[in-house]
């Protein structure tokens, strides 16, 4: 992981309130408010006009196909979909970047809307909760680490170690199944749960991983094998090209203002959108600022 790095857990490595963070305090806050209306006032007018249904989108509530992922079914599916958000963001937004990881749930929330939107055109019902941001997160999260051990604890107790792709494809089957034999014959959802939106922030999640994530990026500990298409790579901005790096080594000074830079640019666009020369600079400033 970067954190790992001694010269970014220093005080010129730069603190910022996370992507993650907020999104979690808008889906409590979201949650708050729409408990507030259901308990106090007796009223649903959180979910009518917030909440996701056919019969709205149809008629012009564009702006629900991002605000009923701010809403909840209840403590459990909250603290579920939380829960989910910030283990898997804390271990993505190192390699994603603030700014891809804000893209990759807002498309989430829209495409599993519209998948959820397609399957139950003609039925009732609404749709609430950001379960769609936490299957883009697995499906990122199992595309990158499929192997690696994760060990939970059920009930607390008993501990048990499984694998990202397993839970992806365990998750993904019960989604398929339930979305072919429950919502696209009668619009009900199993256990109330929306397959449709999982299986929307799944094709989200293995898009981006497919078709944006760069292959030939490498984390600070060893190199991967994802590459962005040569059709899809950007140009590098006019107005801050890269520096031809006749940065004085023997300057502290200067060499921890460019390491900043670096550093602040990891935290936007991610690792991978680092030149070879920033990540060589990266490279030799490891040991010369772990210095004392």
């Not at 919502?183 to 299986?199: K, L, W």
């Amino acid at each position: 992981m970067l954190s790992d790095r001694a010269y970014m857990r220093d005080s010129y490595g730069r603190q910022t309130t996370s992507v993650i963070t907020w999104m979690l305090c808008g889906l409590v806050a979201g949650f708050v408010i729409q408990l507030i209306f259901r308990t106090w006032f007796k009223s649903s007018v959180v979910e009518q006009f917030a909440a996701l249904s056919a019969s709205g989108l149809r008629g012009g509530q564009v702006w629900t196909l991002l605000s009923y992922a701010l809403l909840h079914g209840g403590p459990l599916h909250l603290l579920g979909n939380g829960l989910a958000i910030f283990f898997l963001g804390r271990e993505l937004a190192p390699l994603l970047g603030e700014r891809r990881i804000a893209w990759l749930s807002v498309s989430a929330v829209v495409v599993g809307g519209l998948v959820w939107f397609a399957a139950n055109y003609s039925h009732g019902g609404q749709l609430v909760g950001a379960s769609a941001i936490a299957m883009a997160f697995l499906t990122v999260f199992a595309c990158l680490f499929p192997h690696r051990e994760i060990t939970f604890l059920i009930f607390f107790i008993i501990p048990i170690t499984v694998r990202p792709i397993w839970i992806l494809c365990v998750l993904g089957g019960l989604d398929l199944i339930g979305f072919l034999f429950f919502e696209i014959p009668g619009g009900a959802y199993a256990g109330g749960i929306a397959h449709s939106a999982h299986i929307g922030g799944m094709i989200i999640g293995w898009l981006y991983f497919r078709y944006v994530h760069q292959r030939e990026w490498r984390s600070p500990d060893r190199a991967s094998e994802i590459e962005l298409p040569r059709w899809f790579r950007k140009s590098r901005k006019a107005d801050a090209p890269s520096p031809a790096y006749k940065v004085n080594l023997t300057n502290r000074e200067d060499l921890k203002a460019e390491v900043d830079r670096i550093l602040d640019k990891i935290n936007s666009e991610g690792f991978g959108a680092l030149t070879p020369e920033e990540k060589r600079l990266l490279d030799e400033a490891k040991d010369l600022l772990s210095r004392r």
